[in-house]
C-alpha cells in the first residue's frame, strides 16, 4: 500500500525548514490567493537574530506549527518511547489519517545527509506519505549539500534515528486568510517603518555589521543570510503586485525588480567569497546592501504617497 498526502518541494522560500515545510503543504492544499497572502504575512518582513545564530537573518514570524492554516497535536515522548517496537505502524496510522508529521531524529542514520555515519545531530524533518512497496517513507529535508528536496527514507533507517518530539498536523480547511489592498500596504509599513533595530529594514544594518565581522573572522561566515535577503525581495516584489492598481505605479515596480540584479550579486559574491577568501568582495557586498536598501526606501515609501 502507499499513501501520500499533498505536498509540494518547489515553493518560494525554502532557505529555512520552518518555512519550506509549511508552505509545501499550504501550497498543495490551498488556492493560490490563501497561499500568497500566507507568504505576505509571514515574510514580507525581516529580523535579526546575531551573527552566531543558525539563522542570523530571517524572516519575522512565529513558528509555523502555531500559523492557523494548521491543527496541530503535540506528542509526548514517553508515547513514542512506548510505541518504539511498533513505531513504523504508528507513523503510517497517522498518516492514513491524514496527519504529517514533524519530528526529529539522529542524522547520523539518515542517507544523503551532511551528518551521515560522520557525527550524531539531532535534526527535523516532515514526513508525507509512505510505501509499503519499497518500505519507506516519503521525506522533506535538507540533503547532504544543504539543498532543500524530498527523499525516501527506509523504515529501518527512520527506527535507527530514534525519531522524537513528534508534531502531527492536519489542514485547517476552515481557516482563510483575507487582505484587502490597505492590509497590502500595512504589510509594506511593518517593513520599512520598524523601529526595532533588529526588525524590517532595520535588519539590513546588521548584515552590514556582519559583513564586517565576516572579514575578521571567517568562522562566522554563512550564506543563507544573503539568500534569504533576495528570497525576501521576491516576496516584496510580490506583494508590490497586490498593494494596490498596478497600473498607477507602474514605473515603481519596474525600478523596483532591480532588486533581483543586485541581490543575486550580493549573494554569488558571498559564495565567491567562500573560496577565494577575497576581502574587496566583502566591501563590494556592502556597498550593494546599501544600493538595495535605498532602492527599498525610494520604492516603497513611494508607493505610499501614489
Given at each position: 500500500m502507499r499513501k501520500t498526502l499533498p505536498f509540494y518541494s518547489d515553493v518560494h522560500v525554502d532557505t529555512y525548514h520552518y518555512l519550506a515545510y509549511p508552505y509545501g503543504i499550504i501550497k498543495a492544499n490551498y488556492n493560490n490567493e490563501q497561499y500568497y497572502n500566507s507568504l505576505f504575512k509571514h515574510c514580507s518582513s525581516l529580523i535579526w537574530y546575531g551573527a552566531n545564530s543558525p539563522t542570523q537573518l530571517a524572516f519575522d514570524s512565529y513558528y509555523f506549527t502555531w500559523w492557523e492554516h494548521f491543527k496541530k497535536e503535540e506528542i509526548d515522548n514517553s508515547l513514542i518511547k512506548s510505541q518504539s517496537n511498533s513505531i513504523v505502524k504508528y507513523i503510517k496510522s497517522c498518516i492514513d489519517k491524514n496527519r504529517y508529521i514533524y519530528l526529529c531524529?539522529?542524522?547520523?542514520?539518515?542517507?544523503?545527509?551532511?551528518?551521515?555515519?560522520?557525527?550524531?545531530?539531532?535534526?527535523d524533518l516532515l514526513i508525507y506519505g509512505y510505501d509499503d512497496s519499497s518500505k519507506s517513507f516519503l521525506i522533506a529535508g535538507y540533503n547532504n549539500k544543504?539543498?532543500?528536496?524530498?527523499?525516501?527514507?527506509?523504515?529501518?533507517?527512520?527506527?535507527?534515528?530514534?525519531?522524537?518530539?513528534?508534531?502531527?498536523?492536519?489542514?485547517?480547511?476552515?481557516?482563510?486568510?483575507?487582505?484587502n489592498k490597505s492590509d497590502y500596504l500595512e504589510l509594506i509599513n511593518r517593513y520599512i517603518l520598524s523601529d526595532e533595530k533588529t526588525r524590517g529594514i532595520n535588519s539590513l544594518y546588521k548584515l552590514l555589521d556582519y559583513v564586517d565581522e565576516i572579514k575578521n573572522d571567517y568562522t562566522l561566515y554563512d550564506v543563507k543570510p544573503f539568500i534569504v535577503l533576495l528570497k525576501h525581495k521576491s516576496v516584496i516584489h510580490m506583494l508590490l503586485n497586490k498593494a494596490k492598481d498596478k497600473s498607477s505605479y507602474e514605473d515603481l515596480i519596474l525600478k523596483y525588480e532591480n532588486q533581483f540584479d543586485i541581490c543575486n550579486k550580493i549573494k554569488?559574491?558571498?559564495?565567491?567569497?567562500?573560496?577565494?577568501k577575497d576581502k574587496t568582495l566583502l566591501s563590494d557586498v556592502k556597498t550593494m546592501i546599501n544600493e538595495s536598501m535605498d532602492l527599498d526606501y525610494h520604492c516603497l515609501q513611494k508607493i505610499q504617497e501614489v
Open positions: 531524529v539522529d542524522d547520523y542514520y539518515i542517507p544523503n545527509r551532511f551528518c551521515y555515519k560522520r557525527e550524531h545531530f539531532k535534526h544543504g539543498h532543500y528536496s524530498i527523499d525516501n527514507l527506509s523504515f529501518e533507517d527512520l527506527v535507527k534515528a530514534n525519531p522524537e518530539d513528534f508534531v502531527l498536523l492536519s489542514v485547517n480547511e476552515k481557516y482563510a486568510l483575507k487582505y554569488f559574491s558571498m559564495m565567491k567569497y567562500r573560496f577565494t
